[in-house]
């Protein structure tokens, strides 16, 4: 199942992406292997997975392209737009699929990620931890709105 919905978010991500960015999105082998774990400590249905890990894809993207970008590099300015597109991908994709809760949690992070990386700090931060914060709280509201 987990090359399943990696496969099948890529495939989502590839027909949503616009043809004319010319974006070709991967995953190395065993990246998203991470999320794909703390995904399975939730009941969530496959389509939010496909959404969670789409918007996991996509961030993980945005920020390779970024931190290629550096003054003598080649390709400076098309790393610099891909990477921006992919931000603005990243909210249409999360408005889309009704993910505002998880923008929310996740804007002070992806900031402080640009920040650093504009200060030459390219330390990845851990974007699977932060969505695992993000459904522990999720379920635990759940849970207490379950219960009132």
């Given at each position: 199942?987990?090359?399943?919905?990696?496969?099948?978010?890529?495939?989502?991500?590839?027909?949503e992406?616009?043809?004319?960015?010319?974006?070709?999105?991967?995953?190395?082998?065993?990246?998203?292997?991470?999320?794909?774990?703390?995904?399975?400590?939730?009941?969530?249905?496959?389509?939010?997975?496909?959404?969670?890990?789409?918007?996991?894809?996509?961030?993980?993207?945005a920020?390779?392209?970024?931190?290629e970008?550096?003054?003598?590099?080649?390709?400076?300015?098309?790393?610099?737009?891909?990477?921006?597109?992919?931000?603005?991908?990243?909210?249409?994709?999360?408005?889309?699929?009704?993910?505002?809760?998880?923008?929310?949690?996740?804007?002070?992070?992806?900031?402080?990620?640009?920040?650093?990386?504009?200060?030459?700090?390219?330390?990845?931060?851990?974007?699977?931890?932060?969505?695992g914060?993000?459904?522990?709280?999720?379920?635990?509201?759940?849970?207490?709105?379950?219960?009132?």
């Amino acid at each position: 199942m987990n090359r399943q919905l990696i496969g099948d978010t890529i495939r989502l991500l590839q027909a949503e992406l616009s043809p004319i960015a010319g974006i070709q999105l991967s995953l190395s082998p065993g990246e998203g292997e991470d999320l794909l774990s703390v995904m399975e400590g939730f009941n969530l249905e496959y389509s939010r997975k496909l959404h969670l890990m789409g918007i996991y894809i996509i961030l993980s993207e945005a920020a390779r392209y970024h931190m290629e970008c550096t003054a003598n590099h080649p390709g400076l300015i098309r790393n610099v737009l891909d990477g921006d597109y992919l931000y603005s991908f990243y909210l249409q994709f999360a408005i889309k699929y009704r993910e505002l809760d998880l923008v929310v949690h996740l804007a002070p992070f992806i900031k402080q990620q640009q920040i650093r990386r504009s200060n030459g700090d390219y330390a990845e931060l851990n974007l699977t931890a932060q969505i695992g914060q993000f459904l522990n709280a999720e379920s635990k509201n759940t849970a207490n709105r379950k219960k009132c």
